[in-house]
């Protein structure tokens, strides 16, 4: 069975850093695209970054693109999220997703782990 | 890219059939066959429901169903059950911004 697991959230300032990781088991990680998405306290999903399985390619939401770096490290199964510059609206609950190459849809998705950017 | 347009809320009683509604645009719902629906209960992950406009991941009941017409597409839930109670998020693929949500639209069983 498919499982992802976050880790890495927590509080940060303002202008602060912080690394999410993401712990994938139960498929073959480095066939597929791994995606992170957020979900602001009260409100509805954002796509945010997307790597193929190689590391080759990666898109940015407009929002965050030029803080925040995704990569991965296929021989330990974990995708990255390396967030720089952080602002008040990046406060969120930040999940891993999945999706099979050349399919358009998230099928497994992690539990969350929370960043809150606060001074 | 905006996000698509769901409505706020919905309800209905147990054993009726309710419909969600996601409005978007000729650049993704109305472009692309690729509508999805997520279901998250409070605190917890969003479960895969629908891909494809209308296809059912194995182990989603039947009751849960997908359509598509022109801009639109909807979620239908027939035979409500009290644990069908979460909100509903509806997603579509959109070419170069590559994937659009709606705001999420709660669900209530009376």
């Known amino acids: 069975e498919a499982q992802l697991v976050e880790s890495g959230g927590g509080l940060a300032q303002p202008g602060g850093s912080l690394r999410l990781s993401c712990a994938a088991s139960?498929?073959?990680?480095?066939?597929?695209?791994m995606f992170w998405v957020r979900q602001a306290p009260g409100k509805g999903l954002v796509w945010v970054s997307r790597?193929?399985?190689?590391?080759?390619?990666?898109t940015y939401a407009d929002s965050v693109k030029g803080r925040f770096t995704i990569s991965r490290d296929n021989a330990k199964s974990t995708l990255y999220l390396q967030m720089n510059s952080l602002r008040a609206e990046d406060t969120a609950v930040y999940y891993c997703?999945?999706?099979?190459?050349?399919?358009?849809?998230?099928?497994?998705w992690g539990q969350g782990t929370l960043v809150t950017v606060s001074s | 890219q905006s996000a698509l347009t769901q409505p706020r809320s919905v309800s209905g009683s147990p054993g009726q059939s309710v419909t969600i509604s996601c409005t978007g645009t000729?650049?993704?719902?109305?472009?692309?066959?690729?509508v999805s629906w997520y279901q998250q209960h409070p605190g917890k992950a969003p479960k895969l429901m629908i891909y494809?406009?209308?296809e059912r991941p194995s182990g989603v009941p039947a009751r849960f169903s997908g359509s598509k017409s022109g801009n639109t597409a909807s979620l239908t839930i027939s035979g409500l059950q009290a644990e069908d109670e979460a909100d509903y998020h509806c997603?579509?693929?959109?070419?170069?911004?590559?994937?659009?949500f709606g705001g999420g639209t709660k669900l209530t069983v009376l």
């Open positions: 997703t999945h999706t099979v190459t050349d399919h358009y849809y998230f099928d497994y």
């Open positions: 000729s650049s993704d719902v109305g472009k692309y066959n690729y």
């Open positions: 997603c579509s693929y959109a070419g170069s911004y590559p994937w659009v």
């Open positions: 494809d406009v209308s």
């Open positions: 139960g498929f073959t990680f480095s066939s597929d695209w």
């Open positions: 790597i193929n399985g190689d590391g080759s390619r990666t």
